[in-house]
C-alpha cells in the first residue's frame, strides 16, 4: 500500500470523514459481523485517526492561506505596515510548517491503522467455508483498497504541489528580509506570479481530493442497497 509523501493541507466545510476511502472501509467493514465484532477496536482506531488527519489538513489549508494572503499583501504594496506584516509572514510560514509537520504524523498513524484494518480483514475472509460469501467479501475489500489507493495518490500529487511552494516562499522571504521597498517588491513581481500560479495548482490539486470524496461518497450509497441484497440473498441460500 502506498505511504503518503509530505504534509498535504485539504479543506473541507462539512464535519465529516476527511477521506472517503476510511469511509468506504469502515462501511464495508461494517457489514462483516466477525470483524465487527473480532476488530472493532482497530476499526474505531482506524476512524478516530482519520478524523484526526482530517482536523490537521484543514489547519494546514488555513494556515497556508493565510500565509500567502500576507504575502500577496507585500507584493502588491498594499501593507500599510510593511515590516509588521513581514514579521507576521515569517511567524504564519513556521505555523504553517509545523501544522503540516502534524499532518504528516496524523496521515501516517491513519494511514498504519489501514494496514493493520485490511490485514484483519483479509484473515477474517480467509477463514470463510462459504465460498459465494468468500469471494463476495474479497470484492468489497478490494473495492475499499482501491478507493483508498486512489485517495492516497491523489493526496500525494498534492504533497508534490506543496515542496516546491514552501520552497519558494522561503526563498523569497529571505529577499524581503533585506529589502521591503517598493523597488524590491517590484522586481519580485515575476516570481510572486510563479509562487501564486504554484498556489493555484496546489489548490486545484486539493478540489481533485474533494471532488473525488464526493463522487465515492454518492458510489457508495448506490452501492449500499445492492451490497445489502446480496448479503441476504446468501444469507437465504445458506440457511
Known amino acids: 500500500m502506498n505511504k503518503l509523501v509530505p504534509a498535504l493541507p485539504v479543506f473541507q466545510a462539512q464535519p465529516k470523514l476527511a477521506l472517503i476511502a476510511l469511509m468506504a472501509a469502515f462501511f464495508l467493514l461494517g457489514n462483516s459481523n466477525a470483524l465487527a465484532q473480532a476488530g472493532s477496536k482497530e476499526s474505531q482506531k482506524f476512524l478516530n485517526y482519520s478524523q484526526d488527519a482530517r482536523d490537521t489538513l484543514i489547519d494546514a489549508k488555513s494556515e497556508l492561506a493565510s500565509t500567502m494572503a500576507l504575502y500577496n499583501s507585500l507584493i502588491a504594496g498594499e501593507a500599510e505596515k510593511p515590516e509588521s506584516t513581514y514579521k507576521k509572514l515569517v511567524k504564519a510560514l513556521e505555523k504553517s510548517e509545523k501544522v503540516a509537520g502534524k499532518t504528516r504524523d496524523r496521515v501516517e498513524k491513519m494511514q498504519n491503522q489501514a494496514d493493520t484494518v485490511f490485514s484483519a480483514w483479509t484473515q477474517e475472509l480467509e477463514s470463510y467455508e462459504n465460498e459465494q460469501l468468500k469471494e463476495l467479501g474479497m470484492q468489497r475489500l478490494d473495492a475499499a483498497k482501491q ?18 511552494l514552501v520552497s519558494s516562499l522561503h526563498d523569497q522571504i529571505k529577499f524581503m528580509g533585506f ?21 493555484g495548482e496546489l489548490f486545484a490539486r486539493i478540489d481533485a481530493v474533494l471532488d473525488q470524496e464526493q463522487q465515492d461518497e454518492a458510489a457508495i450509497a448506490d452501492q449500499d442497497d445492492v451490497l445489502v441484497d446480496q448479503d441476504d440473498a446468501l444469507a437465504e441460500q445458506s440457511e
Open 179 to 199: 529589502d521591503l521597498s517598493p523597488e524590491a517588491m517590484s522586481a519580485l513581481q515575476g516570481p510572486a506570479e510563479e509562487l501564486n500560479a504554484m498556489s
Open 147 to 164: 478507493r483508498y489507493d486512489v485517495m492516497i495518490e491523489r493526496m500525494q500529487s498534492a504533497g508534490e504541489a506543496y515542496r516546491p
